[in-house]
């Protein structure tokens, strides 16, 4: 139990958050500092990890409720850190400061936020995925439930799949079609569960209207306590927020394919169709999410047993530092691109 206390360190990123956004100044990118400086050059010290866990083990970690404990004080966290962010917006008007403050919470609502709405949003009851959503919320990105659980799991590593960047596309690029076909692909998984359930468009099962209906009600609700302008910052906040979310699924999934079977279907979801990291911090910080081989091959695993598989590729930084490469395509495909042509056997 007290070796798990290192679990702690996924509110890191938000107590650095509201330290830096709270002082002000240069301290508004106190977390952006910790984040994507500190944590690499700590992921370099600190050894990585890949240890195993009996079935034993994995039984009482999973009835464990610390682990879920620490999932669910997120949502205060990541809904104060949010309005903290728009109050401390609303006293400046130096651009500086602004881009300190939208960098920070945004920061702060991925991670804390929609990367914990991820993990809620595989479990079964029904409050862990209403947390979930509500997670999304602040990120306008509540369809990303839909897409994620009944679309990416299933087309992962196919063309079909939005959140799988294609060998040699920049993560810019891989933004614009990334957003647009979750979005679009949401729908269409919305529309088809209608259809089998045999629903109308205005059931009360279609999700989708509901998201909608939310996200309008929240920025609803910002303009009236705060105004326009800082509703239009929100906004600006849930773009940040969502595209450090898609910088990750680039990570995590680029230029790996599955094979086609004579078929015509894919072959199943192995663990060598996602990339796997055992940095130690990046782990802690992300509720395991760099085990991502793992989670792909059972979805239905939570974080504090998920591995390290024997087959799976495995990235050579840690996220925070992969994220940075990402962000400079001819960096990121000098050290990515052989990766994977070893792996898929590519030529080119």
Not at 7 to 15: N, Q, R, V, W
């Amino acid at each position: 139990m007290i070796k798990d206390l290192k679990y702690l360190m996924s509110y890191s990123i938000a107590l650095f958050a509201f330290i830096g956004i709270s002082l002000g100044g240069f301290y508004n990118y106190l977390a952006v500092v910790f984040t994507f400086v500190f944590i690499p050059v700590l992921e370099i010290i600190v050894k990585k990890s890949d240890e195993k866990y009996t079935d034993e083990e994995k039984k009482n970690r999973n009835l464990d409720p610390f682990f879920d404990l620490l999932l669910y004080l997120n949502i205060p966290i990541v809904f104060g850190i949010f309005f903290f962010s728009l109050e401390k917006l609303a006293l400046t008007s130096s651009v500086y400061d602004i881009i300190g403050i939208i960098l920070s919470a945004s920061i702060v609502m991925a991670t804390n936020g929609i990367n914990v709405g991820h993990e809620l949003g595989h479990r079964k009851s029904l409050i862990a995925r209403t947390c979930s959503k509500l997670l999304y919320l602040p990120c306008q990105y509540m369809h990303f439930y839909i897409e994620h659980n009944f679309g990416h799991h299933i087309n992962v590593a196919t063309p079909e799949d939005p959140a799988t960047a294609r060998y040699k596309q920049t993560v810019y690029s891989f933004w614009i079609t990334s957003v647009i076909r979750t979005y679009v692909s949401a729908w269409q998984i919305q529309l088809k569960l209608l259809k089998v359930s045999k629903r109308s468009f205005f059931s009360i099962k279609n999700d989708m209207v509901f998201y909608t209906f939310f996200q309008l009600l929240f920025l609803v609700f910002i303009y009236y306590n705060f105004g326009l302008y800082l509703t239009l910052l929100s906004i600006l906040m849930s773009v940040v927020s969502f595209l450090f979310l898609e910088t990750i699924n680039y990570v995590e999934h680029y230029g790996l394919l599955r094979k086609k079977e004579p078929s015509g279907r894919y072959e199943r979801v192995k663990p060598h169709h996602s990339w796997n990291s055992n940095h130690t911090i990046g782990r802690i910080v992300l509720y395991e999410l760099t085990r991502h081989s793992d989670h792909h091959f059972k979805s239905s695993k939570k974080y504090q047993i998920l591995e390290s598989l024997d087959e799976c590729p495995h990235l050579p930084h840690g996220y925070p530092t992969s994220i940075l490469l990402s962000l400079i395509p001819p960096l990121w495909f000098s050290i990515m691109n052989p990766l994977v042509r070893t792996h898929m056997g590519y030529s080119d």
